[in-house]
């Protein structure tokens, strides 16, 4: 599929799923990365979060494996036709699904942003199959086309649901409108999905980033990484820091004037911090 097939079945649907862009070893990092911090980890406090569920939170913050899936190449070209410059992260988690699980109820993941459906896109939601998404093991339903839905709410309304059956490595990449809900696993085995979840730059992401990844620890992430979490503006002034781009906080180069094409973005961004109003595609 090119990258504008992907783009139109994605506004057709409200998703796409990608195939199999990860390899054993990939999804292995992943989950030996992940062993450590599910260990000890409760399962879900609510319905929501399953009570026969393991969710890790914050993954940006928890090595450079999960940062790697944040950015994966992707994923970065659709949202960067899907979203504004500067898009964020909004949360990064995992959901292990153990057998037992019930549904989820119905929902969509941008529901907190209070603008009344329909409405522009706000939000972009992955979620990626570490293991097999099964019929049986509690592949993520979602609703075709539901996206587009106004006030509507699928309990009260005819709808053909689909189940998101892919093999691991695959991730269906969706509409933060669309709804949907994680499926009950009836198999012997458990789910793991990664579920990274981004938005407009001009929102508040539903996790704190820049106290996920402060600034010290910001400086050794790639430009992209720094951006998604935060330390970048959406012009002409959302996210500054002394009516400046956060990005000085963490670029060593930022002050010296050019040493790099970064600085010099960066550079730019800060006077269109002075500029309100001033061109919009001035941003860093
Ligand atoms: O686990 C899943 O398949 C979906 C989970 C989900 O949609 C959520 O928790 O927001």
Excluded at 200 to 214: G, H, K, N, Y
Aim: charged share 25%.
């Amino acid at each position: 599929m090119t990258l504008d097939v992907e783009l139109e079945t994605f506004e057709q649907q409200g998703f796409v799923i990608l195939e199999s862009l990860l390899d054993a070893a990939e999804r292995d990092a992943l989950v030996r990365a992940l062993a450590p911090h599910e260990r000890d980890r409760p399962m879900g406090r609510n319905d929501f979060e399953g009570q026969q569920s393991r969710r890790v939170y914050s993954l940006a913050g928890k090595g450079e494996v999960f940062q790697r899936l944040l950015e994966h190449p992707r994923i970065v070209a659709l949202l960067d036709r899907l979203l504004l410059p500067n898009w964020l992260l909004s949360t990064s988690q995992s959901i292990r699904l153990y057998p037992g699980e019930t549904a989820q109820a119905w929902h969509t993941d941008d529901a907190f942003y209070l603008i009344p459906r329909p409405r522009g896109r706000l939000a972009v939601s992955t979620i990626w199959a570490i293991e097999d998404f099964t019929v049986e093991n509690g592949a993520t339903e979602v609703i075709p086309g539901s996206h587009r839905w106004a006030q509507e709410h699928p309990d009260e309304r005819p709808h053909q649901a689909i189940k998101a059956v892919m093999p691991a490595g695959s991730v269906i990449v969706f509409d933060g409108a669309l709804w949907h809900r994680g499926g009950d696993n009836r198999s012997p085995a458990t789910r793991l999905a990664l579920s990274p979840q981004y938005c407009q730059p001009w929102l508040r992401p539903q996790e704190s980033q820049l106290l996920i990844v402060p600034p010290a620890r910001a400086a050794a992430c790639s430009p992209r990484m720094r951006s998604m979490l935060g330390y970048s503006i959406h012009p002409p002034f959302i996210g500054q820091v002394d009516g400046m781009n956060p990005l000085r906080l963490v670029d060593p180069d930022y002050h010296t004037g050019g040493r790099s094409q970064l600085s010099r973005e960066a550079a730019a961004a800060d006077r269109v911090l002075y500029r309100p109003g001033s061109k919009m595609d001035d941003h860093g």
